[in-house]
T-cell receptor
Framework: DQQVKQNSPSLSVQEGRISILNCDYT??????FLWYKKYPAEGPTFLIS?????DKNEDGRFTVFLNKSAKHLSLHIVPSQPGDSAVYFC?????????????FGQGTILTVHP | NAGVTQTPKFQVLKTGQSMTLQCAQD?????MSWYRQDPGMGLRLIHY???????DQGEVPNGYNVSRSTTEDFPLRLLSAAPSQTSVYFC??????????????FGEGSRLTVL
């Protein structure tokens, strides 16, 4: 039972355009959400997070939106750059968690074309 | 500052062999964990630890053992390797309690093939 789902295995975008990566979750106990980026032969690196008390969080070109009623979050990258090409994982943590026990989605491969 | 260090980076085993994947962190993190990454499955939690002497099972613990005798080290033991354990393994650590920011720090991964 996949509690965090990324239904798009891949996404292809032109440089300068917006990239939108989506993630759905089923567990109502999740109240903290994160996005990680992974390059080949490297470990994932933290990108941005959002608490369930917010519906939007921005960090430079990256914005995460949370729709609690729909149990859906999305990552927007504007403008997209070729260096953004990587696998993106969304992850969730359950209520009351005070450490990094995360549930991950399957990942979406983003390719940004010059 | 090394961060999270995993060894070995690559390993080939025969079915039934045992081995230990090593993980060490130098950030004084209380929380450490092991994930495996398989195609189409994302990262799945194997075991985790919230401090020295404390470990617990994650989503896919069968066939693996862990122990945490120090804050720095969190080895993952494969007791009797099976082809289903062919995967890329990631060790991760983070702050915990009041210092938890949500960010996990990952090692570079260990690619294991079981023949």
């Amino acid at each position: 039972d996949q509690q965090v789902k990324q239904n798009s295995p891949s996404l292809s975008v032109q440089e300068g355009r917006i990239s939108i990566l989506n993630c759905d979750y089923t567990n109502s106990m999740f109240d903290y959400f994160l996005w990680y980026k992974k390059y080949p032969a490297e470990g994932p690196t933290f990108l941005i997070s959002i608490s369930s008390i917010k519906d939007k969080n921005e960090d430079g070109r990256f914005t995460v939106f949370l729709n609690k009623s729909a149990k859906h979050l999305s990552l927007h990258i504007v403008p997209s750059q070729p260096g953004d090409s990587a696998v993106y994982f969304c992850a969730a943590a359950a209520g009351g968690t005070s450490y990094g026990k995360l549930t991950f989605g399957q990942g979406t491969i983003l390719t940004v074309h010059p | 500052n090394a961060g999270v260090t995993q060894t070995p980076k690559f390993q080939v085993l025969k079915t039934g062999q045992s081995m230990t994947l090593q993980c060490a962190q130098d950030m004084n993190h209380e929380y450490m964990s092991w994930y495996r990454q398989d195609p189409g499955m994302g990262l799945r939690l194997i075991h985790y630890s919230v401090g020295a002497g404390i470990t617990d099972q994650g989503e896919v613990p069968n066939g693996y053992n862990v122990s945490r005798s120090t804050t720095e080290d969190f080895p993952l033991r494969l007791l009797s390797a099976a082809p289903s354990q062919t995967s890329v393994y990631f060790c991760a650590s983070s702050f915990s309690g009041d210092f938890w920011t949500g960010e996990l720090f990952f090692g570079e991964g260990s690619r294991l093939t079981v023949l």
